[in-house]
């Protein structure tokens, strides 16, 4: 079996928690990777932060979709998330803030999706 072919079987057997904390495994170790980057490497910081806010941009879209099946309150916290994201990311390419708050609410979410307390 080719790989590609184990990748497409692989991800139609995936359930969608399974799906959500790959996505964010990914976009927190390119943010790792940026934060350990040499400051003169920007294109990589910049890179790895707008993937992260569009990562959380659509998860605060799919929240605000009224089909959403998702506790109302669950939405509003994720909704919540995704504005602080959004706020935070552009302080740290304004200000020079730290990646590290956002890979830590990125870990947070991982525990949730994996079921670790």
């Not at 969608?16 to 003169?40: G, H, M, N, W």
Request: contains cysteine.
């Amino acid at each position: 079996m080719s790989i590609k072919a184990y990748q497409q079987t692989a991800r139609r057997t995936e359930n969608p928690r399974d799906i959500e904390y790959r996505l964010f495994s990914q976009v927190t170790a390119a943010l790792v990777d940026a934060q350990k980057a040499d400051k003169t490497e920007i294109r990589a910081k910049i890179d790895a932060l707008d993937w992260n806010r569009r990562v959380w941009s659509a998860f605060a879209m799919d929240c605000a979709n009224p089909d959403n099946s998702l506790p109302a309150q669950l939405r509003a916290s994720i909704i919540s998330l995704s504005i602080f994201v959004g706020k935070h990311t552009s302080a740290i390419m304004r200000e020079g803030e730290d990646i590290q708050d956002l890979i830590d609410i990125n870990r947070l979410i991982m525990q949730g999706l994996s079921g670790e307390s």
